[in-house]
């Protein structure tokens, strides 16, 4: 295919789930060799480091976004509303930075924002909106214009809106056409697959010991407090060979790191060694590694990237039955669903390992044979190239 220039607008400072997901993307796009360039509202973090270390081309442009938290005061919501005002000035640079990159097409990261759609209009040039979160039912954000409104002009905009996975697609099918939109599942690096299983034997299980694993920054919408209920409920029961590791950290939000703060204390009520903290973990692969199953405890997954990549670690998963996780993972083949808020039914997936360890194998190769023919890089890749192309035409 001819090269594009592309120009992308992200929307957080760190990593998360969407921003990884722009990351491996444009990446993938440059060495296919299109030109692109990112415009990031900080210069400072997480995203802005990782895409320079990629030697992609970024631009620090600050906007505010038209979602905010519907847990703020009314005075922060006021002033939300005050800087959501100058987003035009914001909108004008990234339309001239568009003009001067050349660029043929402007590509939105996150349904949190709508400078990128604005500079788009503005140029004249066709728009992909990535909607890669619900808003309310995970973040707990809402639009400043409110959901209807904010879709109507979404549609307006000449372009695509793609969402991530199908669960995402139907909580906006009320206010989103079919022909405005499309579904395209993310991608996750080859440089996180581990093919543990390769010849379907579980060396190191038997042990005596399962490890389970939940990933995620501590929010209350990850329910990481359902797994440290769910090995209260295992020890109690006798299985003395469960072990958690909890990796991530507390965000900014003081809501966080309270909760942080809960998650530790009842941990400490279990034996010794049940519950682990890591922190922060730069290398997942590695700790993957080390892992036997899975967790997601999350209520309302957009799509479920920590699910991808365990299954991409051959990793089986045991996720909550609601949200996009139940299209990631069938029960009984490459993992469980558990009934979405209930440590007894999280804990009775995770017995199950404990009495047939044997299954951990099994189940991982069917997760990492499964996941690779659908979530990888290269397919999130190739879709997002042949939308380009149809749009360009």
């Known amino acids: 295919m001819i090269g594009m220039n592309i120009l992308y607008v992200a929307h957080e400072r760190n990593l998360g789930g969407a921003s990884k997901s722009l990351v491996t993307m444009v990446s993938d796009m440059e060495r296919r060799g299109h030109t692109v360039t990112v415009v990031v509202p900080f210069r400072s973090g997480q995203v802005f480091r990782a895409l320079k270390e990629q030697g992609i081309f970024v631009k620090k442009i600050f906007f ?30 990234i339309a001239s930075l568009a003009r001067k990159r050349q660029a043929k097409l402007i590509h939105s990261n996150s349904s949190a924002i709508d400078v990128g759609a604005r500079a788009a209009k503005m140029c004249g040039l066709p728009h992909v909106w990535h909607f890669r979160e619900f808003g309310d039912l995970d973040y707990r954000l809402i639009y400043l214009l409110g959901k209807r409104e904010s879709a109507r002009r979404a549609i307006n905009v000449p372009g695509k809106i793609v969402f991530i996975s199908k669960c995402l697609r139907q909580y906006y099918e009320q206010e989103i056409p079919d022909a405005h939109s499309t579904v395209i599942y993310n991608g996750i690096s080859e440089k996180l697959f581990c093919e543990k299983y390769p010849d379907g034997r579980a060396d190191r299980l038997g042990c005596g010991t399962v490890t389970f694993l939940i990933a995620g920054n501590f929010h209350e919408g990850k329910h990481q407090e359902l797994a440290i209920e769910a090995c209260r409920i295992l020890c109690e029961q006798g299985f003395s060979g469960v072990r958690l590791t909890v990796a991530g950290a507390a965000s900014a ?67 909550a039955d ?46 990492y044979r499964g996941a690779k023919e659908c979530f990888t890089a290269r397919h ?12 360009l035409d």
Request: glycine share 8%; net charge neutral; charged share 25%.
């Open 64 to 93: 505010g976004w038209w979602m905010m938290p519907k847990a703020w005061n009314p005075l922060l919501k006021f002033l939300f509303r005050v800087l959501y005002l100058t987003e035009p000035v914001a909108a004008r640079r």
């Open 253 to 319: 939000l003081k809501s966080s790191k309270a909760f942080e703060e809960r998650l530790k204390a009842e941990a400490l009520k279990l034996p010794e060694g049940t519950v682990t903290f890591t922190g922060y973990v730069s290398d997942m692969a590695a700790l993957r590694k080390q892992t036997d199953v899975e967790l997601v405890c999350s209520g309302m997954e957009a799509f479920g990237r920590v699910t991808a990549e365990a299954m991409l670690s051959s990793n089986p998963v045991i996720g």
């Open 322 to 367: 609601s949200g996009a996780t139940p299209e990631l993972i069938v029960h009984g083949k490459n993992g469980f669903l558990f009934e979405s808020g209930s440590a007894e039914a999280l804990a009775d997936r995770m017995r199950y390992f404990l009495e047939h360890p044997q299954e951990i194998a099994r189940m991982g190769v069917e997760a």
């Open 380 to 391: 999130n890749t190739d879709a997002v190239e042949r939308l380009y192309a149809a749009l």
